[in-house]
């Protein structure tokens, strides 16, 4: 099983993440940020993997450092899962609608972190989540990953819409990007190796 789990605790952060990515259950997640919670519950359950996440935060000062670790700490956990890369397809894309809103992720586990993100967010904040915090934790999790990450909302009106659409959309490229697929032989690399 492609599994891992982490704690990791600082001045601002005590995280506990759990992942399976052979496995769709369970997913839990505990952050403190009720919108966040709702937005990994997506990722995971679109990305057919098992996601448990405890996290307590800095809260009275705002949600950032919470979103932020919990984004390194599943970063690191999907790239130790993962192991030695061989016969993922390595590459996944999706465009998923919500509503009015279309999201659009691509993504290749290529060792190379890299983030492309485009996204026009009005509004700034949902519940107590500051929706410029979508960038941080897709930041945070494709550096610790080793994701090159293209992430973009191509029309819609309502915020929520468009980041659950990001979301979602994220969990279906990376399904189709951690899949073993036998016609693989080694890694999916001419050059023989995936870091």
């Known amino acids: 099983m492609r599994q891992a789990e982490k704690k990791r605790q600082t001045y601002e952060t005590a995280i ?13 997640i505990k952050t403190g940020v009720g919108f ?7 990722m995971a359950s679109h990305g057919r993997f098992s996601l448990v996440v405890q996290a ?14 919990v984004g390194i700490v599943i970063g690191q956990l999907v790239k130790e899962a993962l192991g030695d890369k061989k016969q993922i397809n390595r590459y996944g894309t999706a ?10 992720v691509s993504l290749d586990i290529s060792g190379r972190p890299y983030l492309v993100f485009d ?10 989540f500051d929706t410029e915090l979508v960038r941080e934790f897709l930041q945070a999790f494709m550096v610790h990953a080793g994701i ?48």
Do not use: C, W
């Open 148 to 195: 090159t990450l293209h992430a973009r909302v191509l029309y819609g009106m309502n915020t929520h819409h468009k980041i659950e659409a990001i979301f979602k959309a994220l969990g279906r490229a990376l399904a189709d990007a951690i899949t073993v697929n036998p016609e693989i032989k080694g890694v999916n690399s001419t050059k023989g190796l995936l870091e």
């Open 119 to 128: 996204a026009e967010l009005n509004n700034e904040k949902l519940g107590n």
């Open 16 to 28: 506990q993440v759990k992942i399976n990515l052979d496995q769709a259950e369970p997913i839990s």
């Open 36 to 42: 966040f919670d709702h937005m990994l519950t997506l």
């Open 95 to 104: 465009y998923v609608p919500m509503d009015e809103a279309l999201g659009f």
């Open 56 to 69: 307590e935060g800095d809260l009275h000062i705002d949600s950032h450092h919470t979103v932020e670790d």
